[in-house]
């Protein structure tokens, strides 16, 4: 098809408009689908059984019993769980080092202290414990604990591993980290299970305070006021 050009280098098209068309179509829904949604996602496994044993009235045949629901896909899956047991042990002392921040302890220290610094070392599973007044006070007690563990040891620590809090990221203990080349392992976020060793011990000093608190109160209910020392 050829066209003439104008004397301005253009070209003249006819084009001719056409009034807009929509055309409807219905979507079926199959009753297997249906029955699958009203059950609250049950597995069309179960379905085929119901509608088998006739233990519900107008539960349709099931064609397609392995079928996969995305929903169901999105909606019901969980996470793969953690190793009950650890399958690295740190071979010498300050290999690596965990580290916690517990808090805001209830009730406080005498001292007004309402977190706890807690590291544990990996070979030894010896644990130190710093009551702190506040989170910004971390960064200076790790680093003399680092200074004072290290010079006892004769050994520099190789890996610690803490979580992803702020106290643990901040620009002044990166550059400790990297000036001692000291590694930093950060867990990720929501699965306190890779730091389980000093994760365990904390919940477990929040028990014994939680208990000494409690049992302290009571004696002081129902012990009589010349006796209360």
């Given at each position: 098809?050829?066209?003439?050009?104008?004397?301005?280098?253009?070209?003249?098209?006819?084009?001719?408009?056409?009034?807009?068309?929509?055309?409807?179509?219905?979507?079926?829904?199959?009753?297997?689908?249906?029955?699958?949604?009203?059950?609250?996602?049950?597995?069309?496994?179960?379905?085929?059984?119901?509608?088998?044993?006739?233990?519900?009235?107008?539960?349709?045949?099931?064609?397609?019993?392995?079928?996969?629901c995305?929903?169901?896909?999105?909606?019901?899956?969980?996470?793969?769980?953690?190793?009950?047991?650890?399958?690295?042990?740190?071979?010498?002392?300050?290999?690596?080092?965990?580290?916690?921040?517990?808090?805001?302890?209830?009730?406080?220290?005498?001292?007004?202290?309402?977190?706890?610094?807690?590291?544990?070392?990996?070979?030894?599973?010896?644990?130190?414990?710093?009551?702190?007044?506040?989170?910004?006070?971390?960064?200076?007690?790790?680093?003399?604990?680092?200074?004072?563990?290290?010079?006892?040891?004769?050994?520099?620590?190789?890996?610690?591993?803490?979580?992803?809090?702020?106290?643990?990221?901040?620009?002044?203990?990166?550059?400790?980290?990297?000036?001692?080349?000291?590694?930093?392992?950060?867990?990720?976020?929501?699965?306190?299970?890779?730091?389980?060793?000093?994760?365990?011990?904390?919940?477990?000093?929040?028990?014994?305070?939680?208990?000494?608190?409690?049992e302290?109160e009571?004696?002081?209910?129902?012990?009589?006021?010349p006796?209360?020392?």
């Open positions: 098809m050829k066209v003439p050009r104008s004397l301005k280098r253009l070209y003249r098209i006819e084009l001719k408009v056409a009034s807009p068309v929509c055309l409807l179509a219905q979507v079926g829904v199959s009753s297997a689908w249906l029955w699958h949604a009203r059950l609250g996602r049950l597995n069309f496994d179960s379905i085929q059984k119901l509608s088998k044993r006739e233990m519900a009235q107008g539960v349709p045949k099931i064609t397609h019993p392995s079928q996969v995305d929903c169901c896909m999105a909606g019901k899956q969980s996470r793969v769980p953690f190793p009950k047991e650890t399958r690295f042990r740190a071979e010498k002392p300050l290999d690596l080092v965990y580290a916690d921040v517990c808090g805001p302890i209830r009730p406080e220290t005498k001292g007004g202290n309402k977190y706890l610094l807690m590291t544990v070392d990996d070979h030894s599973m010896y644990m130190w414990v710093f009551f702190i007044l506040i989170k910004a006070e971390v960064f200076d007690r790790f680093k003399e604990f680092k200074e004072d563990v290290e010079l006892e040891h004769g050994r520099k620590i190789k890996a610690l591993r803490t979580y992803n809090g702020v106290e643990f990221t901040s620009k002044d203990f990166k550059l400790l980290c990297s000036k001692t080349g000291m590694y930093h392992q950060l867990t990720s976020p929501y699965s306190p299970q890779q730091n389980e060793v000093v994760e365990r011990r904390n919940r477990t000093k929040q028990a014994i305070v939680a208990l000494s608190s409690c302290a009571f004696m002081a209910a129902v012990t009589p006021p006796l209360v020392t």
